[in-house]
């Protein structure tokens, strides 16, 4: 029976699965990041000057002269990284325990979630101005050419001129302040359809057997998940707050001058590397998009008649942490320069990233068949 949100009280007594672990901690942590960012986006856009003049000057002024606007600016950069390592293990957690078959729509709105989330960090990452928000916006944007008839003229459109300029700063600065409004109403909605049938469990229970109230058991383990985020991102942003930022951005942008290896924030790096290993400019871009919409059509696995759950399942573990690995290693590559050994590698790679997802959702239904 779906159960319907009417109240506070009905959020606090939601009946959950005793046995969840720690991993069901994404979540709420990806909710408080998401505030910290919204919060520290808004001080950070009073002292912010949308204008490719002193952009990069406001930036420097913001970290140099604003009361405590360094650690608002170190926290906001770093926060995006803790963001991005959160979502990745909530999709991860999602994919072992097959959240995306037993609920579909939760999943989906989930994966939208991530998409917006990598457009709103991609418009973050230009605004500094610095020389790979400039080189970065340049090479991402230009890869909207490769579509046939339209794609000069949406690249134009984008831009808002024949080049990267004013018009282009203007609007991205425009996006990334509303698209975390946008992220929060999303996670509201995936909030709602998750309450409805309530959180699944290690052992694939989403019966109303072996559940508990929600408070105060999973409300204490949610705020001990809290602390140690909070004390993790403020150590970074603290003691090491380059750890995860490019030098080349602390470079004002300059058109006449190429950095040596362009590359993305981190978390694209797996994109990246597939879009790289690709000859073909369009076959690459078809490639990097379909490298997150492909997460749409995991669900279509739970129109099987039976699917043992991955944790009992070996083949689907084997498969699953081969994933893992050949995500890690995209990621590396994609941050190595553009030249042999590293193309030769990322291809078997690319194709064994769009395979093996296919063999994860083949390995639900073919080994509880092959066991029995």
């Not at 990041?33 to 952009?55: N, P, R």
């Not at 019966?207 to 105060?216: A, C, E, R, V, Y």
Request: aromatic letters at 16%.
């Amino acid at each position: 029976m779906l159960r319907k949100i009417h109240s506070v009280e009905d959020m606090i007594s939601l009946p959950s699965p005793v046995s969840i672990s720690i991993w069901w901690n994404g979540g709420s942590l990806l909710g408080l990041l998401l505030g910290v960012q919204i919060i520290t986006g808004i001080f950070l856009s009073m002292h912010y000057t949308a204008d490719m003049i002193s952009t990069f000057s406001s930036v420097v002024h913001i970290i140099r002269d604003v009361p405590a606007g360094w650690i608002f600016r170190s926290i906001h950069a770093n926060g995006a990284s803790f963001f991005f390592i959160m979502m990745y293990l909530h999709i991860g957690r999602g994919l072992y325990y097959q959240s995306f078959i037993t609920q579909p729509h939760v999943w989906s709105v989930g994966v939208t979630i991530f998409l917006v989330s990598m457009g709103t960090a991609f418009l973050g990452y230009v605004l500094p101005w610095g020389q790979m928000s400039f080189w970065g916006a340049t090479v991402i944007t230009n890869l909207l050419s490769a579509i046939p008839y339209f794609g000069p003229s949406l690249v134009e459109w984008v831009w808002g001129g024949f080049a990267i300029n004013q018009p282009t700063l203007n609007r991205f600065f425009s996006l990334h302040f509303l698209l975390p409004f946008l992220i929060a109403v999303l996670a509201l909605i995936h909030i709602i359809l998750l309450h409805e049938k309530g959180s699944t469990s290690p052992l694939g229970d989403v019966t109303g057997l072996n559940k508990i109230s929600f408070h105060p058991y999973y409300t204490w383990k949610d705020l001990v998940g809290v602390l140690m985020v909070l004390f993790f991102l403020l150590s970074v942003a603290l003691f090491y707050p380059n750890l995860l930022i490019d030098p080349e951005n602390y470079i004002n942008a300059n058109p006449m001058v190429t950095p040596t290896h362009i590359q993305p924030e981190w978390y694209f790096l797996f994109a990246y590397a597939i879009l790289r290993s690709i000859p073909s400019k369009l076959g690459g871009v078809v490639a990097l998009v379909m490298s997150i919409i492909f997460l749409y059509f995991l669900p279509l696995v739970g129109m099987s008649n039976f699917v043992l759950s991955g944790p009992f399942n070996f083949l689907f573990q084997v498969v699953f942490w081969l994933f893992v690995v050949n995500f890690s290693i995209l990621s590396w590559l994609g941050a190595c320069p553009i030249e042999e050994p590293f193309l030769n590698m990322a291809g078997p790679l690319t194709f064994s990233y769009f395979l093996l997802p296919l063999l994860m959702s083949l390995s639900l239904v073919l080994w509880p068949k092959y066991v029995k």
